[in-house]
């Protein structure tokens, strides 16, 4: 049902570009103006939402690690696990940013048939890659595919762009040449959308807002490779397009085709829809308290900053308070 | 707020980096160019008509070389009735000879470098 409703949401938002330019001929609105105000919440939300997590004190260090944490020399410690300094800290997370070290533990749980075990079945942890490798070459191909853009949105063309267009068009398979990328990102957000679906555990937990963004990304990719090898669409006007934004002079030729509205509509709905999601995690990760703190609470003291000063009455002062009534009872006193 | 400095400089960096193409094009200054491909020949129509050109001319190119190289067929009648001989050197060059005032002021807009020219030979043109 979740993923019904997100499959719903992305379909009115195809018709919704599709009948506004077709029918409606709302090309401003949905070349122009769209996409400005999208861009303009991106930005603000996500400084607004940084922001916001930057407020939030963190008082002491998480120390969720899984090795030995610095101490006595003959100890052998883990560094990259149980970072005692910041320097291994940049280290995990870097490996956390650029290769998704979290994602590379996951789990599965799936029973075994035991004869010794009580009920002939007994659980065993496996690793589970697919996660991690669906994940890692979805963003990966959302990375070259963000860089290919850039010769819409630079002119002259940035030196960068001809060389990944170069690689990931290696096998030079027809024309204009097929970009793995293209095809890979689809696998990638095939496997994750089919994930949720055959695994009973991750269905469970899965909400439409799990299901929106890789329906829309679908639809982005699906209709960016239309565009480019079935449908086409004028891929010079479309430049002209995206340079009339960039510049702030914005036009709006004719004749380019409602599929790149389309496209350009659900880019800014995915744009608009990011401050406010899970995207977030794009920014959430660098700011992970269990990832990016290291675990050097026993070297260093750390003093929880809302601490105020706390007015505490010793035993010093009351055994000098009650000095006489404690004599009297003959109770021994620490100061003679 | 706690850790300002790192974390307003990482959202520094991410404002330059999502902003670059603006500052870039003012740098450049050519965010208004555009590619006008010029037409030289006398001829009045194109194989296929203009816009369809436009947008499909590297679908046409390969149908065209899977045409001759796998099915040895190197004739392709046009819309409008009138034969041509399939071939990217002695008919589209024949009356594009301008390459570069013609396929490449485009191609160079929209970042398309065709490979065709690793073996096929180009028109001589003056530089």
């Not at chain 1, 379909?11 to 401003?28: D, I, N, T, Y």
């Not at chain 2, 008919?91 to 160079?108: G, I, V």
Request: with cysteine.
């Amino acid at each position: 049902m979740n993923a019904l409703y997100a499959l719903f949401a992305v379909v009115v938002l195809v018709l919704l570009a599709f009948l506004g330019v077709s029918a409606a001929g709302l090309q401003v609105v949905f070349g122009v103006i769209v996409p400005y105000a999208a861009v303009s919440v991106f930005l603000i939300g996500i400084v607004y939402r940084v922001l916001k997590w930057a407020t939030i004190p963190v008082p002491f260090r998480i120390t969720t690690v899984c090795g030995q944490q610095k101490s006595l020399p003959w100890i052998k410690s883990s560094p990259l696990e149980s970072p005692p300094n910041g320097l291994w800290t940049a280290a995990r997370m870097a490996l956390e940013v650029l290769a998704f070290r979290s994602l590379f533990r996951n789990t599965s749980i799936s029973l075994a048939s035991d004869d010794k075990a009580p009920g002939g079945k007994r659980i065993v942890y496996s690793a589970n890659f697919f996660l991690w490798l669906g994940a890692i070459a979805f963003h990966y191909c959302f990375l070259v595919i963000l860089l290919r853009h850039f010769r819409f949105f630079t002119e002259p063309v940035v030196f960068f762009v001809p060389l990944v267009q170069v690689l990931d068009g290696f096998f030079q398979v027809g024309a204009p040449v097929v970009y793995m990328t293209g095809l890979i990102i689809l696998g990638a957000l095939g496997y994750l959308l089919f994930r949720r679906f055959a695994n009973p555990q991750v269905r469970y937990i899965s909400l439409a807002a799990d299901y929106f963004p890789l329906f829309l990304l679908l639809g982005i990719v699906i209709s960016g490779i239309l565009m480019r090898y079935f449908l086409k669409v004028d891929v010079v006007k479309a430049k002209e397009l995206t340079m009339g934004l960039i510049g702030f002079h914005p036009v709006v030729p004719d004749g380019i085709g409602s599929l790149f509205y389309i496209h350009l509509f659900l880019v800014s709905a995915l744009v608009v829809y990011f401050p406010f999601s899970k995207l977030m995690h794009m920014g959430g990760v660098f700011l992970s308290p269990t990832r990016n703190l290291s675990n050097d609470s026993r070297a260093r003291r750390h003093v929880n900053p809302w601490n105020y000063p706390v007015h505490v009455h010793t035993y010093e002062e009351w055994e000098e308070e009650y000095r006489d009534k404690i004599e009297a009872a003959g109770i021994p006193l620490d100061k003679g | 707020m706690y850790d300002g400095g790192k974390i307003v400089a990482g959202l520094v960096l991410f404002l330059a980096l999502v902003t670059s193409p603006i500052w870039y094009n003012v740098v450049t200054g050519k965010a208004e160019y555009k590619p006008e491909p010029k037409i030289v020949t006398q001829e009045k129509e194109c194989v296929a008509p203009k816009a369809w050109m436009t947008a499909m001319h590297m679908t046409l190119l390969n149908d065209w070389r899977d045409s001759v190289v796998r099915e040895g067929n190197r004739e392709y009648v046009a819309a409008n009735g009138k034969a041509y001989n399939m071939s990217l050197q002695n008919t589209c060059m024949q009356c594009h000879p301008n390459k570069a005032e013609f396929c490449d002021r485009c191609h160079n807009y929209a970042s398309v470098k065709p490979y065709c020219w690793d073996c096929h030979v180009e028109p001589k043109e003056k530089k």
